[in-house]
C-alpha cells in the first residue's frame, strides 16, 4: 500500500533576500579552463551570481590552459552560460559580463607563462580597477596543484602587495590526496606559499541548499534538536547513490574507486553535519571545530564493518548496459570498487551505540542522495492488539533529508485510518523545496564562489578535516588493496548493490531503506 502524503508549505511567502555585503572588485584565474567544469558549472554560477546583483561591477574572468583558445574561449564560454540555464541571449548584462572573460594559454610548469600571467592581471588591474585581488582557482587534474601553487609563490602571484588592503586566495578542487600520506604531503606544499586563511578546499556538495538546510532544521527548530541522540535515533542511514556509470572516465576511476571519489569528500561532509553538536556560531572557525570533532569521534572501521561491490552487466531505465570491466579503458580484471558500504559508531554522549550506516555507489536503481533518520519505537505499544488491517502501519517513525534530487524533508508518522477499528497507517509530512519556493538553475558552485571571494570559509573544509578524515579511510584502502576478492563483479547494473550490504544490516537486525 502506496504511504499517504500530505503537503508542508512556507507559513509565508519568502522575501526576496538581499545580500549582506558584495565582495571586493576582483580577477578569478581558472587554471584547468579548458576543462568540462569551466564551462557547465563555474561560468554558469558566476554568471548566475552577476543576475542577482550579488558581484561587484569591476570582475574579470581569466582562463589558463595549455590549449591555444584565445579566439573561442569566451564566445565557448557564453554558451555554458547559455546552457546553464535561467539565462537568455538578449539578457542586456550577458555581453558586458562576457566582454571580461579572457584567456592565457601556457604550460603549468612554463616560468615564463607565469610572468605572462602576471603581466596579464596588473594589466587588468590598471584597466579595469579589480585592486590586486585574486581568487584562482584550481580545476586542473590534481597531480598539477603542487606544482601551480608553488609557482604562484615562486613568481610572487601568492601574497597580496605590501601595504595594500588587497587580498589573494586560492579554491583547490577535490580530489585533496588519494590517502592520508599524500593529503598531508598536498597540505604541506600548499601551506608553504598559502597561509590557511587564503585556501578553500572545495566540495560542492557544499554549495546545495539542501546540505546547508541541515543546519538550519536541526539548530533553528526547537522540536527537533531534543530528541536529537541516542535516546530517540535507532540509526541513521546516508546513500548517495547513481544509475550512471564512469561517463567515460575510466584512467580516473581506476585510482579513485566509491571510497576515494564519494564517501571521504560528500558523504562524510554529510555525515558530520547530521551528527555535530551545536557550534557557538556560524562562523568558519566554529562551524569547521565541530565538524572535526564528529570525525575524530569515529572509531577505527573493522574491515568486517565495510563493503565493497562492482557493477557487471545489467539494465538502467530499460536500457541494457555494461559492466565496470568492459568500460572505456578500464583493466579487464580491476579491483576498483564502484560500490562502499560502511557501518560505523560515533563515540560521544549524544551518539554513543548509535550505528550509521553509509552506502554510495555507481549504477544503481536510481539517482537519489538522501540522509535517514531512523526513530526507536515508543517503548510500549498500546496498539499492538488493535490495529487489524493496518498492521505494518506501525513503522518506525523517520526523518528524510532529500539532497538530490527532488529536494526536501519528509517525516513519517503513524495515524489512524478512518473507520471503525483502529487500524493504523504511515503517512508522510513532505517538503519539497521546489513547491514551496520555486526552480532553480542554481548549481551548487554559487554560494561556494560567493564565499570565497568575501573570505567566508565556512563551507569549505580546513586541513585538519581533510586529515581526519583520510585518517578514517586510508586503513581500509589499505585492508582492501592487500586482500582483492575474487566473486567481483558482485552486483547488476540496475540493482541496490551487493547483498553482502544488506547482509551488514540485516545482522544488526535492520535493513536499508527503500528508496
Not at 65 to 83: C, N, S, Y
Request: neutral net charge; contains cysteine; glycine residues 8%.
Amino acid at each position: 500500500m502506496a504511504i499517504p502524503e500530505v503537503k508542508a508549505s512556507p507559513t509565508t511567502p519568502p522575501a526576496p533576500q538581499k545580500p549582506e555585503r558584495i565582495p571586493d572588485p576582483c580577477v578569478v584565474v581558472i587554471f584547468g579552463a579548458s576543462g568540462d567544469l569551466t564551462k557547465r558549472k563555474l561560468l554558469p554560477a558566476l554568471y548566475h551570481l552577476e543576475q542577482a546583483g550579488l558581484l561587484p561591477k569591476e570582475i574579470n574572468v581569466v582562463g589558463v590552459a595549455r590549449r591555444p583558445l584565445e579566439q573561442t574561449f569566451a564566445p565557448d564560454m557564453k554558451e555554458g552560460i547559455l546552457a546553464g540555464g535561467g539565462v537568455e541571449e538578449s539578457d542586456p548584462a550577458l555581453a558586458p559580463f562576457v566582454a571580461n572573460i579572457c584567456y592565457h594559454a601556457m604550460n603549468f610548469d612554463d616560468d615564463s607563462g607565469y610572468e605572462g600571467l602576471k603581466k596579464l592581471l596588473a594589466s587588468i588591474d590598471k584597466k579595469s580597477g579589480t585592486q590586486g585581488n585574486r581568487l584562482f582557482y584550481l580545476a586542473t587534474a590534481p597531480e598539477y596543484f603542487a606544482d601551480i601553487i608553488n609557482s604562484l609563490g615562486k613568481h610572487g602571484m601568492a601574497k597580496p602587495a605590501k601595504d595594500s588592503k588587497s587580498w589573494v586566495r586560492t579554491i583547490i578542487e577535490k580530489p585533496f590526496g588519494h590517502d592520508l600520506e599524500s593529503a598531508r604531503a598536498l597540505n604541506d606544499d600548499v601551506n608553504k606559499v598559502f597561509d590557511e586563511d587564503q585556501i578553500f578546499r572545495i566540495d560542492h556538495y557544499l554549495g546545495k541548499e539542501t546540505v546547508q538546510n541541515i543546519l538550519v532544521f536541526r539548530f533553528a527548530n526547537g522540536i527537533f534538536e531534543n530528541v536529537w541522540n541516542r535516546n530517540y535515533i535507532d540509526h541513521v542511514e546516508i546513500t548517495a547513490a547513481e544509475s550512471i556509470g564512469i561517463e567515460g572516465r575510466g584512467p580516473f576511476y581506476e585510482t579513485a574507486g566509491a571510497l576515494r571519489d564519494v564517501v571521504q569528500n560528500h558523504v562524510m561532509e554529510l555525515l558530520s553535519f547530521v551528527a555535530m553538536e551545536p557550534p557557538v556560531s556560524f562562523e568558519a572557525a566554529a562551524v569547521r571545530a565541530e565538524k572535526v570533532k564528529v570525525w575524530r569521534s569515529i572509531q577505527p572501521i573493522h574491515p568486517a564493518d565495510t563493503v565493497r561491490g562492482q557493477y557487471g552487466p545489467g539494465t538502467i531505465d530499460g536500457k541494457d548496459v555494461v559492466g565496470y570491466r568492459q568500460e572505456d579503458r578500464v583493466h579487464p580484471r580491476s579491483q576498483t570498487e564502484t560500490y562502499a558500504a560502511l557501518r560505523l559508531e560515533i563515540e560521544n554522549w549524544r551518539w554513543a551505540g548509535v550505528p550509521f550506516y553509509i552506502r554510495a555507489g555507481k549504477r544503481l536503481a536510481k539517482r537519489v542522495t538522501e540522509i535517514t533518520v531512523m526513530f526507536k519505537q515508543p517503548p510500549l505499544s498500546i496498539f499492538k492488539d488493535a490495529h487489524g488491517k493496518g498492521a505494518e502501519g506501525i513503522r518506525n517513525n523517520i526523518i528524510s533529508m532529500r539532497i538530490q534530487p527532488d529536494e526536501g524533508i519528509t517525516l513519517r508518522f503513524g495515524a489512524k485510518l478512518p473507520g471503525p477499528n483502529m487500524s493504523i497507517s504511515p503517512v508522510n509530512m513532505n517538503f519539497s523545496y521546489a513547491e514551496a519556493f520555486g526552480s532553480s538553475s542554481a548549481n551548487g558552485y554559487e554560494r561556494l564562489l560567493l564565499d570565497a571571494m568575501l573570505g567566508d570559509a565556512t563551507l569549505f573544509a580546513h586541513r585538519d578535516g581533510v586529515e581526519a578524515t583520510w585518517a578514517l579511510m586510508t586503513p581500509i584502502l589499505d585492508y582492501w588493496s592487500k586482500n582483492p576478492i575474487k566473486d567481483l563483479p558482485n552486483y547488476a547494473a540496475g540493482s541496490w548493490g551487493p547483498p553482502a550490504a544488506d547482509a551488514m544490516l540485516k545482522a544488526d537486525g535492520r535493513k536499508w531503506r527503500k528508496l
